[in-house]
């Protein structure tokens, strides 16, 4: 059953508010400040009876609308966007212009401050060249983005409400939900106005949701539907838990009551800064490694499947300097279990760099504890990036050094491939003309190694006929043999 990430295609301009008064199971002080109350079941008929509206109406007014409007260009044929081709007829062929078409998304967000932050989901703007951001009392704002995040799916908007106070979340830490709390979803699905829907946290720490490069969901069977990409995920404090993000859908797009939302932690880190325009920074662990699993449990000496097994670590990275080896699983990151790599990076990820961490390990049967301090992926060495020119199989392509801090940008591991890697192509080239792809990692060159951007540059233009070239694309490694 796929996993579908939802924003509308149609612009709805009605907003309105649609109120469930639900059955819910907490105890009369539900609605009290704070998050550590008793939970219980319903113990009479008036307690079946009450209401989640004083709660909606604390925190639907900073649920918003979001309307992006994007211009796009067809061309008729893909001859038409080959430099050979128009060298020869130009921009006076019929249809040579295309034909341009407006393209509309209606998602939802999120104000996380009174000033005007509002978070939502990325592919709910992505592309987006006008957006618009409706107040639930149907007040229009043009808003921009600060930040957007694909590897996380979210975004950073503002709107100027001048010297207003705008009604505001807060964001709570999203590690104190359990399976079994109530929550509310708020949003637009459908378009048809502002909506409440209410459910349990079905489960957390969801992993195998293919969505984002972070895969670490809360699930809720809150009915969310198209539209209510970027809405609200509320605790029965009041405050935000998570973003909604995806269904489970079946063919036609209907909510089967499995949704995905992501965590205020992760949400936190994208927010953080993004008032002063600085640029998102991810912490560097320095290792990778593989999931536990059933089979590979009893050959490291767990009783059950859990954890990672790191098989390669960085040199100087923070892994080496907490002690961490190659063999070793890694259990625990600050008291909270990583069943999966998955996990172990959304952990590493959801705290500050310059922070230290406790890191819980399994070596030769016995646990240990290290320090983890976190930094700034380096770039070691410098990227150098450089078009090449000339007679040879990689002319048009650009290459660049390899480092952890170019890996981060570009969403590799934590310990990427040595050598160079292409980052970006020119159509009609040598290099696009066998198929090379902005991604490849050159390895080598007629068999000898291409460790920097300088040894790739001098070995091709001065390699005989015929060129062989090894390139590792994902996980695979790619042999060409290119002229003679």
């Not at 609308?65 to 081709?85: A, E, G, H, K, M």
């Not at 703007?125 to 590897?151: M, Y």
Request: net charge positive; with cysteine; aromatic share 4%.
């Amino acid at each position: 059953m796929p996993i579908r990430a939802f924003c509308l295609g149609p612009r709805a301009r009605r907003l309105g508010l649609a109120l469930l008064a639900l059955a819910f199971t907490g105890a009369p002080a539900l609605f009290q400040p704070g998050w550590a109350q008793t939970r219980a079941i319903p113990r009479n008929p008036a307690e079946i009876q009450l209401s989640f509206a004083p709660l909606v109406k604390r925190t639907a007014p900073a649920v918003v609308n979001i309307f992006s409007r994007r211009t796009v260009r067809t061309v008729p044929s893909p001859l038409l966007n080959d430099p050979f081709f128009r060298r020869f007829f130009g921009d006076q062929f019929p249809g040579a212009g295309g034909t341009e078409r407006v393209q509309n998304a209606l998602g939802s967000g999120v104000i996380v401050d009174s000033a005007g932050i509002i978070v939502t989901n990325h592919h709910v703007v992505r592309g987006g060249d006008e957006i618009t951001v409706v107040l639930a009392d149907r007040r229009e704002f043009e808003a921009t983005i600060l930040r957007t995040d694909e590897r996380t799916d979210l975004a950073v908007l503002r709107i100027d409400p001048g010297s207003e106070k705008l009604p505001a979340l807060e964001l709570r830490d999203s590690d104190e939900l359990e399976v079994g709390d109530l929550v509310l979803a708020i949003g637009n699905p459908f378009g048809v106005g502002q909506t409440v829907t209410s459910g349990i946290v079905s489960a957390l720490a969801r992993t195998m949701v293919g969505i984002a490069d972070y895969r670490f969901f809360i699930q809720t069977d809150a009915a969310i539907n198209p539209g209510n990409s970027g809405g609200a995920l509320v605790s029965m404090d009041g405050r935000l838990v998570g973003i909604n993000t995806a269904i489970f859908a079946r063919d036609g797009g209907g909510s089967i009551g499995i949704g995905f939302a992501i965590p205020t932690n992760m949400v936190r880190t994208v927010v953080a800064g993004v008032g002063a325009g600085g640029k998102l920074v991810r912490p560097w662990f320095g290792a990778s490694g593989q999931s536990v699993t059933a089979e590979l449990a009893p050959t490291v000496g767990l009783s059950r499947p859990s954890g990672v097994l790191l098989s390669e670590i960085h040199p100087g990275s923070p892994a080496e300097r907490a002690g961490l080896r190659r063999g070793d699983v890694v259990l625990q990151v600050e008291g909270r279990e990583v069943p999966d790599a998955e996990s172990l990076r959304f952990r590493v990820a959801t705290n500050p760099i310059g922070s230290t961490v406790k890191i819980t390990s399994w070596r030769e049967g016995k646990e240990r504890v290290g320090e983890l301090t976190l930094i700034a992926p380096p770039e070691i060495p410098p990227r150098e990036a450089t078009p090449m020119r000339g007679t040879h199989p990689l002319a048009g392509a650009t290459l660049a050094n390899l480092s952890p801090a170019l890996a981060e940008e570009l969403g590799l591991s934590d310990i990427p491939p040595r050598g160079v890697i292409i980052t970006e192509l020119r159509r009609g080239t040598p290099a696009s003309q066998i198929r090379l792809q902005p991604g490849d990692v050159v390895l080598r060159i007629n068999d000898r190694e291409i460790k920097t951007v300088d040894d790739a540059r001098r070995i091709a233009t001065s390699a005989a006929l015929p060129w062989r070239l090894a390139i590792r694309r994902g996980e695979r490694v790619l042999n060409l043999v290119v002229g003679g």
